[in-house]
């Protein structure tokens, strides 16, 4: 089976690789493709592969290349995970948004308005190349913001793309552990959209527990999002939310910690890997244990301002494990083997949310088989979590149209609706700050 693997010269994609390593039985992935524009980050990326697969007497063979066409035919799977503009380009969405005294973070508020502008274009090229060269094909998406490129996607590819996310999946494993349960033998209802969803029960052998954890405010206060949120704000929502709701509901203190930290996460992000494929290139020691040191000092410095604010501390070990490779793998092994199973992902609604139409991309608990992901029907969301979810999927589809028409007014417009953009010409402004830095959204005019 041939997977094909979309920004193969990726930090993450080494994860994924690793999932395949310990994956045996029939309908197994034979041959990883990665495709990237950048070579040298294929070459890097290619080196620390070859390392982990050097014990593995059957690994997946491995093949590179700069031609887009080339990586998708024939392919069963395609790993969607793209970043239009690198990470130099989410830095500048950062920067931008901070200027103008609002969130610049990758997939929530300006930033992450900035960055679907830029991607969706190119995604939409990648799904009609699947339509052609792969029709047979599933694409898993990974690029963010991913419930909006998925719905993107959804538009000329139907169910046969699917959006994951690692964050409802780490929610879920940290509520189960908490709760002394096994995450493997909980149904977590979770319901939302991509990064804006919430945990409203943990049923275990068919109970409950959730209410069991709200009523304990030791128990509530001992992980993350205990940490992150409070004890308080937990028990009023009746609910966990997904931890980038952070930037929601404290959005005054993300703000103001991400204007005043040394360098925002972009930034980081941009010097680290440019360091780790600097020191590949030059270096003849061993790629794997580079790029082993430099994910740990990733994973530990995840959402490190949102829970400086909060003094949440330092990230537990049991959360630097990375997941979202996990759910591809587990999601993969479903549909190519009929192994069912039931996984949180970003799928179309159909009739799962009223207040949504059937098109809209939510991320939801999905039973999944041969024939794809299925959402499962789930309680409707209290009036404040419907509000949130209805604004943003709004945003959503003034970025897809703005993307389609080409429209700068479409834009600024997608801006000023969103809750954490609080002007009109704070909107306009971002558009022209963002058109000025960035090559990939010239064709708003």
Same mark, same amino acid.
């Given at each position: ?51 982990? $697969?050097?014990?593995?007497?059957? =690994? ?5 290349? %700069?031609? @887009? ?12 995970? #793209? ?22 973070? &990758?997939? /929530?508020? +300006?930033?992450?308005? +900035? ?7 190119? =995604? ?37 793309? #699917? ?11 940290? #509520? ?9 033998? =909980? ?8 990064? *804006? ?36 704000? @937990? ?65 530990? %410095? ?14 537990? +070990? ?25 996984? #949180? ?8 949310? $009223? ?11 999905? *039973? ?8 499962? $029907? ?10 949130? /979810? ?19 007014? %479409? ?20 558009? &022209? ?13």
């Amino acid at each position: 089976m041939k997977l094909t693997i979309l920004g193969g010269g990726g930090f993450r994609v080494p994860l994924v690789y690793g999932a395949l390593l310990g994956d045996r039985g029939e309908g197994r992935v034979t041959e990883v493709v990665l495709h990237d524009l950048d070579a040298g980050r294929l070459s890097a990326v290619t080196r620390v592969l070859a390392e982990q $697969a050097a014990p593995v007497a059957d =690994a997946p063979a491995v093949t590179a290349t %700069t031609d @887009l066409d080339d990586a998708l035919r024939g392919a069963d799977f395609v790993f969607s995970a #793209i970043r239009v503009g690198g990470l130099e380009g989410r830095a500048e969405d950062e920067r931008v948004a901070l200027a103008e005294g609002v969130l610049g973070q &990758e997939t /929530v508020g +300006a930033g992450g308005i +900035a960055y679907g502008l830029r991607t969706v274009p190119v =995604a939409v090229d990648i799904a009609r190349r699947v339509a052609r060269l792969a029709p047979d094909a599933w694409v898993i998406n990974f690029t963010n913001p991913a419930g909006l490129v998925t719905e993107a996607m959804s538009r000329h590819l139907g169910d046969r793309v #699917i959006g994951i996310c690692d964050s409802p999946v780490g929610l879920g494993r940290r #509520i189960a552990r908490v709760l002394g349960a096994n995450p493997k033998e =909980a149904w977590i209802d979770y319901v939302g959209l991509n990064h *804006l969803g919430w945990v409203r029960g943990l049923r275990v052998a068919g109970r409950d527990e959730l209410p069991r954890l709200l009523a304990d405010p030791d128990l509530l206060g001992s992980f993350e999002e205990g940490k992150l949120f409070g004890v308080d704000w @937990l028990r009023s929502l009746g609910a966990i939310p997904n931890e980038y709701l952070h930037y929601y509901y404290f959005n005054r203190e993300a703000v103001r910690a991400y204007q005043q930290a040394e360098r925002t996460r972009g930034a980081f992000l941009r010097d680290q890997q440019a360091g780790f494929y600097e020191r590949v290139e030059r270096s003849e020691s061993s790629a794997l244990e580079l790029w082993d040191r430099t994910r740990a000092e990733r994973e530990a %410095t995840y959402m490190a301002e949102n829970r400086e604010t909060a003094g949440a501390g330092e990230r537990d +070990a049991d959360d630097l494990s990375g997941g979202y490779e996990k759910v591809a793998l587990a999601l993969m092994r479903a549909i190519a083997r009929d192994e069912r199973t039931t996984l #949180i992902l970003n799928v179309r609604n159909r009739t799962t949310l $009223a207040v949504l139409d059937s098109e809209a991309v939510i991320e939801v608990p999905c *039973l999944v088989d041969a024939n794809g992901a299925h959402p499962v $029907a789930v309680d409707p969301l209290p009036g404040h979590a419907t509000g949130l /979810v209805c604004a943003v999927k709004a945003v959503e589809r003034e970025v897809l149209a703005a993307a389609e028409s080409g429209s700068r007014t %479409t834009a600024a417009k997608a801006f000023a609706l969103h809750p954490l953009v609080d002007s009109v010409n704070v909107a306009r402004r971002l558009v &022209e700050g963002y058109t000025a830095v960035h090559p990939g959204l010239a064709y708003l005019r």
